[in-house]
């Protein structure tokens, strides 16, 4: 079985791409990683700092530029092309970041370049924070796949052209139910590759037009796992994943301390399991603690939270063994080591 952590980035990241790489060292992670830079230059850099990681020989890395990636797929394709990406967001309109749609393009042929059975999508903001077994991390999660979602009616009304613009790309399917589910609350991306090509060749071959194409043209913001999510759903009945209602789920573990906990996740920009520390006290913690175990959750964002309680769940709990961060990786892996 081969097995890869994927990781798409730039060079405003590498300090962060070094963080994780040195916490696969640590934690002794054996799972060979692919990254994918922007262009021939940022790749020379980031080796160079590789180089400079104690005990980096012992890495299983690959770096290459997202210029040979797609090239291998649509040889016309040339690095001005690729950089005329980051233009999109001039004709997309989107309320997040504006390289969003310059990143689902990388993210996407990431996927479909490289040689590997399953697959985790990082992040560049990822590290690990206890020693992993990487082996049972994908056996965990493969053997029992799940996806979580939240009904679009309990979120931000903004999240919905999102999902509208990923369906967009399965626009010859009866959607039904995926319509309603915002189905980026997981930030554990594990990609099977098998149904990531059938995700591919279906849309290729129904629209007539090679991803890359659908990506650039579409008239939304395409997020790439929401459109791998939403293609699992539909054909579930091949796949057999498990869809688990977050917010259903959640409501049952906090009884009548819920409305307080999801008060501020329903106006916020981003998934209520993403953010699932937000509003976590000394009196729901335990409820939350017992959610991560029986659900085996791995990490989620230590955004706006305590960050005693989150230390304390990543210390006690067997399975939140990843962190992502946003732009505090380093100072909170810091303090979750002291």
Known sequence: M??????????????????????????????????????????????????????????NLEIIEIEKVISKFKPEINLSDIENLKLIHQR??????????????????????????????????????????????FDEYFNNPQIFYTPHKNLHPN?????????????????GLVKDMWVFENLYWMVDKKIFNDMLNDIESNLGVDIYTEFITNSGEIFDMITYYSYIHINNEKYNYQFIDFYSTIKKYLGDSFNNYFSSKANRLGGALEFMFENVNKDN???????????KIRFCRPDFC??????????????????????????LINFLKR
């Open 2 to 59: 081969k097995r890869a952590f994927i990781i798409p980035t730039w060079e405003g990241h590498f300090d962060k791409n070094i963080t994780f790489l040195e916490s696969c060292i640590e934690y002794d992670v054996k799972v060979p990683v692919k990254i994918v830079v922007s262009n021939e230059s940022e790749r020379i850099s980031l080796r160079s700092m590789v180089e400079k990681i104690n005990y980096y020989e012992n890495l």
């Open 92 to 137: 997309v309109p989107t309320i997040f970041h504006p390289k969003h749609p310059y990143q689902a393009i990388k993210k996407i042929y990431a996927l479909r370049y490289f040689d590997y059975d399953q697959a985790m999508l990082l992040d560049s903001e990822c590290a690990f924070v206890k020693p992993t077994d990487a082996d049972e991390l």
């Open 159 to 175: 999240l919905r052209m999102f999902t509208d613009a990923s369906q967009q790309c399965l626009r010859w399917t009866d959607v």
């Open 285 to 295: 913690y335990e409820d939350i603690f017992n959610f991560i175990n029986d659900y």
């Open 306 to 331: 305590d960050l005693i309680l989150y230390k304390s769940a990543v210390k006690n709990s067997p399975y939140l063994n990843m962190i992502l961060a946003s732009e505090k990786s380093t100072e």
